[in-house]
């Protein structure tokens, strides 16, 4: 008839959790921001910037330069960047990704004192409260009588004083 156990592995995407399988040392939340930092620095294909602002600087740099005869000695640059700005006329910045946010989620960092001054370096978890963590919660509550059922104790029947 086969194998009776279901398929529960973490990887398959029902039992997916979002957790960090492996335990090891905690680190201060300065060193959190410098591995963010290093991972913005190695993120490719995503530009900050719009792509003309380049060749606006160069344009900025001749008006500058010029600033009586830029209409005469900047053409270039201009045709440049109005050919640019009409290139890239849908452009939109990217969003940024909070990595911070997934860090104190996995509860990566050391808590309490971080540094001999006491300084800025400090950094605590807040509890959890039901406010900021139970949204989105169910809970189902079963009535009295299902819960007690056959259990031995507080079944309803004697005549004790406290409740099971």
Request: charged content about 30%; glycine content about 12%; some cysteine.
């Amino acid at each position: 008839a086969g194998c009776s156990k279901r398929r529960s592995h973490r990887m398959l995407p029902r039992f997916q959790q979002f957790e960090i399988p492996h335990k090891f040392p905690q680190f201060p939340q300065i060193f959190g921001e410098w591995i963010v930092r290093r991972i913005r620095k190695k993120e490719s294909g995503k530009e900050n910037d719009h792509p003309c602002s380049k060749v606006y600087d160069t344009f900025l740099d001749c008006v500058r330069r010029h600033p009586d005869t830029f209409e005469r000695k900047c053409r270039t640059e201009a045709g440049k960047c109005l050919a640019c700005l009409e290139e890239h006329k849908g452009w939109k910045a990217p969003e940024g990704f909070q990595y911070m946010r997934f860090l104190e989620y996995f509860r990566v960092f050391s808590e309490g004192r971080q540094s001999h001054d006491e300084g800025p370096g400090k950094f605590n978890y807040t509890d959890p409260t039901p406010r900021t963590h139970g949204a989105g919660t169910v809970m189902e509550f079963s009535g009295p009588s299902m819960s007690r059922k056959g259990s031995g104790k507080g079944s309803g029947t004697g005549s004790g004083k406290g409740f099971g």
